[in-house]
């Protein structure tokens, strides 16, 4: 059994809309007779120029020229409609693509309808169309499509005739056009003429590398159909399934019918042929259910192969019935092919099943209809076509090469020439080319440094800004804490005072008021504000800063914090501290501040350490706790402004802050400062012993 040949065929939409087709007849209606076709074209002058064609006529034909092609397989009626009417318009506008186009389409649906003498007829006159109006960039599909028509009457002879045509015609065009549909054909014909699959292969791979170069997918799916059917011919059954397997995957991929159909064909053939009718049968039943998608022809080839699997199941009615089926089809569209199959499988069904008058029968027209395909005579002159083609190859490429050779030898010579002339131009050139260089590197370094310069000068003065709008914040801040503490203190406080000394007053001229509860809780609320105006007003004009420095003053703070507090505070001090600038001791205290009531906020510690270390060249300032440390502000998603804002006073001040926190394990800020940059270090100096803990 041979496997089934894969001719190139293009890939089909997925859907067409009905309505398309009768808004596309009603603009093109005009569908001519056979007849009217060649009275109109007899009367042509021998050439005329297409260029006058109204592009929105070009179109509307070549919209007609499409669908027909998409309708081929699917509705041949339609189709023929689409391709008539194309011919019809493009005879009227003189439009030389589309009167070909059409005249091949109509040609290929004759074809597939085994009416083999009018599409030789639609071919002819194309052909003749193309010689009279200089189209002969379209001859090499015209002679492909010739090719195909004889290969499948199994006239391989004529079939590589035509192909050998087309290859040599469009080797001769400029530019060349690309024959690899016919290359991919042409191997069909030498596998049927029993030539190795070395030199199948030689032409397939020519088809391949342009397939695959431009995208062309129907075309590579076909190549690759042809390459296992090549292995195929030296039983490499492996080999020959790879292919197939690979072309099914590309079917699928690319949703190309045709190519899906005929790959599951062959690996059911194959499969037959190593006498394993179970495989096969569900890849044949595959193709069986998509007949309706491919022509008559490959339809054909889907009953018999599957009638073969059935008859070496012993299911020999389904069998008959299916070779029966496909026999009538082939003998009425004339599949020579297909009919040589089909008697051989019958004769071998009837002469399992005893019937062989029947077998004889069959067998009889098989060696008949085979020795008309496969004689020696016919092998005989398709190899000499191919011998030929093969040496006029060979002789214009040496022709190519000696004239290659020869353009080379004058194109060294006339650079011999220009390279004396030019040597001491160049030499000239890169000394002038240094030159200029050096020059540009000097002053482009320049320019780097004087800008690098600016943006130094630029990036200091915008710090200075900062710093100083951060100073300058601040120093109103301050300014406004210590106005606000006295307005509390004079004022507020004072009228507590008062309002303290009128109960007093009270109390004196009514003794038996201070028994009651009332007064006496009245009496207690008004102490506990005083003392809480008290503590606010210190912390917003800390006076013992003034009086005593930094360190006793934080000392105090935190004693007076941890007051009511579940947390031991520490306060150490290292070096002898110095009275500093009033703003810079203020400045401190405030951030000392900020990350006390910090702790005390977030952190649950159960102590915490405010250490100062006084250095001869730093000044460094710890605060640390043991709680339950800072989340990462990258997964927490807070900001953490009040800690942007204590980094941005520290900057102010010419210093530097780092934060070291453990999840868990407390957290440690370390704010260090240049001795250098401290403003106002006086004499006198301030102690603390070293490990003081603050006094609850």
Request: aromatic share 8%.
């Amino acid at each position: 059994m041979h496997l089934i040949k894969n001719h190139i065929k293009p890939a089909h939409p997925h859907a067409l809309r009905a309505y398309t087709l009768l808004l596309t007849l009603v603009i093109w209606g005009n569908k001519i007779s056979a007849q009217e076709d060649q009275i109109i074209l007899s009367g042509w002058p021998e050439t005329f120029s297409a260029t006058n064609i109204a592009p929105t006529d070009t179109s509307r034909i070549n919209t007609l020229l499409q669908l027909g092609e998409m309708l081929k397989e699917k509705n041949r009626d339609s189709s023929l409609l689409f391709f008539g009417a194309a011919l019809g318009g493009s005879i009227k506008t003189r439009y030389t693509y589309g009167i070909i186009t059409a005249l091949s389409g109509l040609g290929s649906i004759q074809r597939d309808q085994g009416a083999y003498e009018q599409a030789i007829d639609y071919y002819t006159r194309a052909i003749r169309l193309c010689r009279q109006l200089h189209a002969e960039h379209m001859l090499p599909g015209l002679y492909n499509a010739f090719g195909r028509l004889y290969a499948r009457q199994g006239k391989y002879r004529e079939a590589t005739e035509f192909y050998y045509k087309g290859i040599r015609i469009a080797d001769q065009l400029s530019p060349a056009v690309n024959a690899d549909f016919i290359y991919n054909n042409l191997a069909i014909s030498l596998t049927q003429s029993g030539r190795s699959y070395k030199e199948i292969l030689f032409y397939l791979d020519k088809a391949e590398q342009t397939a695959i170069k431009e995208g062309n997918h129907a075309l590579l799916g076909a190549v690759l159909i042809n390459k296992g059917i090549a292995y195929n011919t030296i039983k490499a059954w492996d080999s020959s399934r790879y292919y197939f397997y690979k072309a099914l995957e590309l079917g699928r991929i690319q949703n190309i019918p045709h190519t899906i159909h005929t790959a599951c064909s062959n690996i059911g053939i194959t499969y037959l042929e190593e006498e394993n009718p179970e495989k096969a049968m569900p890849y044949l039943l595959k193709a069986d259910s998509m007949n309706p998608q491919v022509d008559p022809f490959h339809q054909n080839i889907t009953f018999y192969t599957l009638g073969d699997a059935y008859f070496k199941q012993g299911k020999y009615k389904q069998a008959e019935q299916l070779l029966l089926e496909g026999l009538n089809r082939a003998q009425a569209l004339k599949h020579t092919l297909v009919l040589r199959e089909i008697y051989l499988i019958l004769g071998k069904l009837y002469g399992t099943t005893h019937q062989y008058n029947k077998a004889y029968t069959y067998l009889r027209l098989y060696v008949d209809i085979n020795n008309s395909i496969a004689g020696e005579e016919v092998t005989h002159n398709v190899n000499q076509l191919e011998v030929r083609y093969r040496t006029a190859q060979k002789d214009k490429e040496i022709a190519e090469k000696k004239l290659l050779l020869a353009q080379q030898e004058r194109r060294i010579e006339q650079k011999n020439i220009w390279i004396a002339a030019i040597a001491s131009g160049i030499v000239l050139l890169i000394t002038l080319l240094v030159a200029l260089y050096r020059s540009y590197q000097h002053k482009k370094r320049s320019q780097a440094n004087r800008i690098q310069l600016l943006q130094q000068q630029q990036e200091l003065l915008r710090k200075e800004q900062e710093i100083g709008q951060l100073k300058a914040m601040m120093k109103g801040e301050e300014q406004e804490r210590i106005r606000i503490g006295r307005e509390l203190h004079d004022g507020i406080g004072g009228l507590l005072s008062a309002a303290k000394i009128n109960f007093s007053a009270i109390q004196r001229r009514n003794s038996q008021l201070a028994a009651t509860e009332d007064y006496n809780n009245t009496l207690m609320l008004l102490d506990e504000a005083t003392s809480e105006l008290r503590k606010t007003a210190h912390n917003l004009m800390p006076e013992i800063l003034m009086k005593s420095g930094l360190a006793e003053a934080i000392t105090t703070f935190c004693e007076r914090i941890q007051r009511g507090q579940e947390l031991d505070i520490h306060v150490q001090c290292y070096g002898d501290l110095p009275r500093l600038d009033t703003s810079f001791e203020l400045a401190i205290y405030r951030i000392i501040q900020e990350l006390i009531h910090n702790i005390v906020k977030h952190a649950h510690a159960q102590s915490a350490l405010v250490q100062f270390n006084w250095q001869e060249e730093v000044f460094n300032i710890m605060v640390e706790d043991d709680g339950v440390g800072m989340p990462d502000p990258a997964t927490s998603g807070k900001p953490g402004i009040g800690l942007d804002n204590i980094r941005s006073r520290v900057r102010a001040l010419n210093g530097q802050m780092d934060i070291e926190s453990t999840t868990g394990k407390g957290t440690t800020i370390c704010i260090t400062f240049d001795r250098k940059e401290i403003p106002g270090q006086h004499e006198t100096t301030i102690r603390i012993a070293k490990n003081r803990p603050t006094t609850a």
